[in-house]
């Protein structure tokens, strides 16, 4: 008799983006698990692309281009076709990517990356960069509202930054209801995941739009320090923590807190 997948009998909610969470419901379903998925996020244009559309005409003037997420860069590909520009404009420059799906992005529009850093965090992509030289200039490409560690930092350390909104976060008006109706239901959901700082921020939002309390047994799983950062500060620990920050580790982590 073969044993029982992981995660066989376990409910998990799953908060990202709805065009992102098809990739890691299926990788969560082959553990066994039954997921719902809830997005506490939705990606849609910034106020403006005025910035990102003139970084993207005036290349040549950066050392580093920094792409912070894969919805950044896709957004980068989508304002390319807009502008008529080609993905070789990018090949003289140094682009850096946090995180390998967002370096992996990149590279399906023909982007080459330069630097991917060992952590999936700001810190470890300023350690990676290194001191800047005088003069070095460098465009961050990243959501209308993130941490602001990554520009702080490089200008105190002599860099000129410049910063572009690429996509904004927003919170999807049905999920409220869905997030009601999940919770007012049996049987339990046993975990949910949290792969942004804002996906802990909107699921709050979520609860607090629904008139609902965050259920005492629901575990929190968290894809990196950041993201548990957030998540205790909204005086939930997480169960555990992905490591390495991707969705393999995420998933690794979903397993490693709910087994038995």
Do not use: C
Not at 25 to 35: F, K
Not at 133 to 148: F, N, S
Not at 174 to 180: G, K, Q, Y
Not at 226 to 246: I, K, Q
Request: glycine share 8%.
């Amino acid at each position: 008799m073969s044993a029982l997948p992981p995660l066989a009998g376990k409910r998990i909610l799953i908060t990202r983006a709805r065009h992102q969470a098809g990739q890691f419901a299926r990788l969560l379903q082959e553990q066994g698990a039954e997921t719902i998925e809830i997005p506490a996020i939705e990606i849609v244009p910034p106020p403006s692309f005025d910035r990102l559309d003139t970084a993207l005409r005036t290349l040549a003037v950066y050392r580093w281009i920094v792409v912070t997420s894969a919805n950044g860069a896709r957004a980068i590909g989508d304002r390319l076709q807009v502008l008529g520009l080609q993905p070789s404009l990018f090949v003289q420059q140094k682009v850096a990517a946090i995180g390998s799906g967002t370096a992996d992005s990149l590279r399906q529009q023909g982007i080459p990356v330069a630097l991917t850093p060992g952590g999936y965090v700001a810190e470890s992509l300023l350690e990676a960069l290194g001191q800047p030289e005088p003069g070095d200039r460098i465009l961050i490409i990243r959501a209308e509202v993130a941490r602001d560690i990554l520009p702080t930092q490089l200008i105190a350390r002599g860099a000129a930054v410049d910063v572009a909104e690429a996509y904004s976060n927003v919170v999807p008006d049905e999920s409220a209801r869905e997030i009601a109706t999940l919770f007012a239901a049996e049987p339990s959901v046993d975990a949910a995941t949290f792969t942004s700082s804002s996906t802990v921020s909107n699921f709050f939002h979520l609860l607090d739009a629904a008139e609902i309390m965050r259920p005492a047994g629901l575990k929190a799983i968290s894809i990196g320090p950041v993201t548990s950062r957030t998540l205790r500060e909204h005086g939930w620990e997480p169960a555990a923590e992905a490591d390495p920050h991707h969705l393999d580790g995420l998933v690794a982590a979903t397993i490693s807190a709910l087994k038995g």
